[in-house]
């Protein structure tokens, strides 16, 4: 089986971590969890980020049949659709992105907001295998951090989205609407089970106190060994404990509403409205003053 070349691409204003995996120089690549940035304070967006990853696309002459995501994120817009628009990528995400369809849908009292999955192109569910050219891909589900979370494995890489962390950060929150603390157990157990060699590649790296450089590279044998939160030893009970209490501490990313509202679109920012404009929804829970305040 041919080895995997992977390039990563890192956007520090989110955090995020967008992979390019392909099989050789003239071949085929696939782009993982791409970034489109975003700045909430103006209402403007731009595609540097994913303009970096399609100048690499260039430069290495590939053909990308598909732009992956690992599930709708909390923290970044996806620029899946301008590789899509680019490259003529098909979008792909997991199955259970229906359920978290379902789950926003009313959030943002949006009808036009699909419930069905029928933004993406394709949805994969939980031992789906496909193939990049030479290189063949498998898909895990790894639900707990959302219904929707996949990781894509491809010999012995596996991209696992924001279900785990490097060691000394640990994993990720399972407090979401649709997430649970005892699944994200299991789906990290799962993943641990794999051979100890394997590499997992995250879309996240926080910089942990004490450590220099950012880090989004690891292995099974090193996240059963150091991992701060579920190393070998640590318990179910434990570990739903630990992340529950941890989860109550937690405020909310600072672009959930705008990121969630268009990456279960598949990336689509809201249709425009009649004034050819677009715009985001943001819920207000009004504040009841009580009588004589």
Not at 17 to 45: N, Q
Not at 49 to 76: G, K, R
Not at 270 to 279: K, M, S, T
Request: with cysteine; aromatic share 8%; net charge negative.
């Amino acid at each position: 089986m041919t080895r995997a070349n992977i390039r990563a691409f890192f956007d520090k204003p989110t955090n995020t971590v967008s992979y390019l995996v392909w099989d050789r120089e003239g071949g085929t690549g696939v782009v993982i969890d791409p970034v489109l940035d975003f700045d909430p304070a103006s209402g403007t967006v731009s595609v540097n980020s994913v303009e970096e990853i399609l100048e690499a696309v260039e430069e290495l002459n590939l053909t990308v049949p598909y732009v992956l995501e690992t599930h709708a994120h909390a923290d970044h817009l996806s620029g899946a659709p301008m590789i899509k628009e680019k490259t003529g990528a098909k979008i792909g995400i997991g199955e259970h992105i229906k359920d978290v369809q379902q789950i926003f849908r009313p959030v943002f009292n949006a009808d036009d907001m699909a419930a069905d999955g029928g933004d993406f192109d394709r949805l994969f569910a939980d031992g789906d295998r496909f193939d990049a050219g030479d290189l063949p891909f498998e898909v895990i589900h790894t639900p707990g951090h959302t219904p929707a979370c996949v990781s894509y494995k491809v010999g012995d890489d596996v991209f696992v989205g924001d279900t785990i962390f490097m060691p000394d950060f640990g994993t990720a929150r399972a407090d979401f609407p649709g997430g649970d603390a005892r699944t994200l157990f299991r789906s990290i157990k799962r993943l641990l089970s794999l051979p100890p060699e394997t590499r997992l590649h995250l879309c996240h790296d926080y910089k942990a106190e004490g450590r220099d450089q950012y880090r989004w590279d690891t292995t099974v044998a090193d996240e059963r060994k150091r991992n701060i939160h579920v190393h070998d030893g640590v318990s179910e009970d434990e570990f739903v404990a630990m992340r529950t209490s941890r989860d109550a501490t937690l405020s909310a990313p600072r672009l959930l509403l705008p990121s969630i509202q268009t990456n279960i679109r598949a990336g689509n920012l809201p249709p425009a409205e009649d004034n050819g404009v677009r715009y985001l929804k943001i819920p207000v829970k009004p504040v009841r003053v009580s009588e004589g305040a």
